[in-house]
């Protein structure tokens, strides 16, 4: 396994975690790292990465991203790193939404609680019945990626095609066509960055509409449109997440707004990301393996290094 040449497909936040996490294992192995266009255009590049996970099947993955996220914090530079540690008010009339949040994240999240009524009315401008709070790491896309890139580029990775043992589908939104899967779905995101150095919480309407602190700004989201391969962001979508934003907060009405991101999340129909691992046979009839790790929609943050580590478990398999 030391020796494996491996070419993994995809340089957004699941490419370069897999390609990383298989170097800190099997230091002797030659990755190799393909992409198709800058990393400003991949779904990694915008995303303020806030820990929100609230299916049981991803549990397990989240909670081992969570550990690598509380060694880089402890050891590296945040400002570097893009990875930091913030505070988050979940707010919802939905109390089974809260629940699915508390149990997929209170074995690992730090001082998770629910708050008492007069808190949640003394801190929200339009209260909801219930919010749970938790202290968790956050991974800014365009610090964190770059970071772990550079990691990659120390241990050896190379960026070049040669013949490979092993290839690893982390293609993003596009995964599915290399894979012949037509169950990929591309959902639209847009985020808008506001200039509001005082806002230093996470706060998250009914896990739809949520502002995360940036340093002197704040990252307000976001949308979904579904079967949409664009990227061109419309005034109609900047005022839908304005309007919804300020009307649970209304001090950020009038904040400027020095910033705008758009990004394609790849979900999967069934709603679960795809970890699998195919054997494949070139005409040459050298045998080589398709390892996927693509369909992570909202998540890929948060997964990133669970499903990294899964990669391994599947190397040779
Ligand atoms: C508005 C918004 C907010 C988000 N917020 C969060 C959050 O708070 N927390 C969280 O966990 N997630 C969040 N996400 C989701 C997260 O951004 C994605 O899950 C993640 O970036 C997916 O990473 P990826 O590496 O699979 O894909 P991408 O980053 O899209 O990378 C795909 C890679 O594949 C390469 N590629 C594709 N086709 C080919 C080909 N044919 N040949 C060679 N290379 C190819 C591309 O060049 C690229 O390098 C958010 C998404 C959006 C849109």
């Not at 880089?72 to 629940?99: A, C, M, W």
């Not at 043992?165 to 596009?174: E, Q």
């Not at 599915?176 to 808008?192: F, M, R, S, T, Y």
Request: hydrophobic share 35%.
């Amino acid at each position: 396994m030391d020796n494996l040449k491996i070419a993994i497909i995809g340089q957004g936040i699941i490419g370069v975690s897999s390609a990383l996490a298989i170097l800190e294992k099997y230091p002797n192995a030659q990755v190799t790292i393909f992409g198709d266009r800058s990393f400003e255009e991949t779904c990694s590049y915008g995303p303020s990465g806030h820990f929100e996970v609230d299916r049981d099947v991803y549990k397990d993955w989240a909670k081992a991203s969570f550990l690598k996220f509380a060694e880089i914090y402890r050891d590296h530079n945040p400002d570097v790193t893009g990875v930091k540690l913030i505070s988050n008010f979940h707010i919802s009339d939905t109390l089974e939404k809260l629940q699915n949040l508390e149990r997929c994240t209170k074995e690992f999240v730090y001082n998770l609680h629910w708050l008492e009524e007069r808190e949640i009315k003394a801190i929200f401008s339009q209260p909801k019945k219930y919010c749970l709070f938790f202290t968790a790491y956050a991974s800014e896309g365009k610090k964190y990626v770059p970071w772990l890139k550079e990691k990659c580029v120390q241990k050896g990775a190379k960026f070049l095609a040669e013949e490979v043992d092993v290839i690893i589908n982390c293609a993003g939104s596009y995964a599915g066509k290399l894979a012949g899967d037509d169950e990929v779905i591309p959902v639209k995101g847009v985020a808008l960055e506001v200039y509001a150095p005082w806002h230093k919480h996470t706060y998250d309407y009914d896990c739809h509409t949520y502002a995360m602190p940036m340093g002197e700004t704040v990252f307000i989201g976001t949308t979904r449109k579904v079967n949409c391969h664009s990227t061109k962001i419309t005034d109609e979508e900047r005022q839908d997440i304005m309007s919804r934003y300020e009307e649970f907060h209304p001090a950020m009405k009038n904040a400027k707004v020095v910033g705008e991101w758009c990004g394609i999340r790849g979900e999967r129909a069934a709603g679960i990301c795809r970890l699998e691992s195919q054997k494949r046979t070139l005409i040459s009839g050298k045998q080589y393996q398709v390892i996927h790790n693509y369909g992570h929609g909202g998540y890929g943050f948060i997964l990133h290094w669970g499903c990294a580590l899964k990669v391994i478990e599947l190397l040779g398999c």
